[in-house]
């Protein structure tokens, strides 16, 4: 069986179990949904309990953030990244890892969101509608067939991966040693490389539909739609991110 270039899908062939519970397209959509309304009201409550809006005359705004959130914030990064590896390699115990990996970002993204949102307004709205015209445009894609999952496509993808998170690991090391560069104020280049990713991560999904529907075809046990769930989410909050950083980028462009 291929591997999949989202690392949630990476040990699934390893684990092909004879079982008469399998997994099937149907659980893994509703699972996905699951998670998904996990995300959402995650953003909500984190909105409602833990961010407000302080006006301030002639400044329009403050936000302050309740301590709590904070702390959900900062351990946000480690929560996801020990809860996708933890379902990857532990596929029993997906479920609630996956849905802590939902919940932690959805505290994130919906203050995230908010903030953005308030200094440009419709942001949010637009950033939504951009990640379910990219997921709808890829899921037709996939399931008329108009593009096909090869392998030679998909050592490319995994190529394009890695090479990414080793850029985003120079580039962080860079801005530390380096902040007075002026590579990272290059706003039409960070445009670019923001428009780039966004359509990375839109290929990454005909790569998940596509595994996912082999892992349905080999007959995996039921508890793996959790795992192909959160593969998914993961890939959608990769391009939400990418797409509300482009809406910042441009707005700030026509505000020079």
């Keep these: 069986m291929r591997q999949s ?43 409602i309990f833990g961010l407000k809006a302080v006006a301030v005359p002639g400044d329009g705004a403050q936000f302050s953030i309740q301590p709590w959130l904070i702390v959900v914030i900062a351990l946000s990064g480690i929560t996801s990244f020990v809860s996708v590896m933890l379902a990857n390699f532990f596929p029993r115990v997906a479920m609630p890892f996956s849905i802590l990996y939902s919940l932690s970002q959805g505290a994130v993204l919906g203050t995230i969101t908010v ?79 923001t428009v780039g990713l966004i359509i990375f991560g839109a290929f990454m999904l005909l790569l998940d539909f596509d595994y996912a529907d082999r892992i349905v075809q080999a007959g995996v046990p039921r508890h793996y739609e959790w795992v192909a769930a959160l593969g998914l989410m993961v890939t959608l909050i990769w391009i939400y991110v990418q797409v509300l950083r482009l809406i910042i980028l441009i707005a700030g462009r026509r505000d020079e």
């Excluded at 690991?169 to 530390?176: H, P, R, T, V």
């Design 5 to 47: 270039s989202n690392p949630v899908f990476k040990s699934l062939a390893k684990h092909q179990e004879v079982t008469l519970d399998t997994a099937s397209i149907s659980g893994v959509a509703t699972k996905s949904i699951i998670l998904l309304a996990c995300t959402i009201l995650s953003g909500i409550l984190s909105v």
């Design 115 to 193: 903030i953005v949102n308030f200094f440009i307004p419709g942001a949010a709205i637009t950033a939504l509608i951009g990640v379910g015209s990219i997921f709808t445009v890829m899921l037709f894609l996939y399931t008329s067939k108009a593009f096909r999952v090869t392998n030679r496509f998909r050592r490319f993808m995994i190529g394009t991966l890695i090479a990414l998170v080793v850029a985003s690991l120079f580039i962080g090391i860079l801005q530390l040693v380096a902040p007075e560069l002026g590579i990272f104020n290059n706003v039409p280049l960070a445009i670019f490389l």
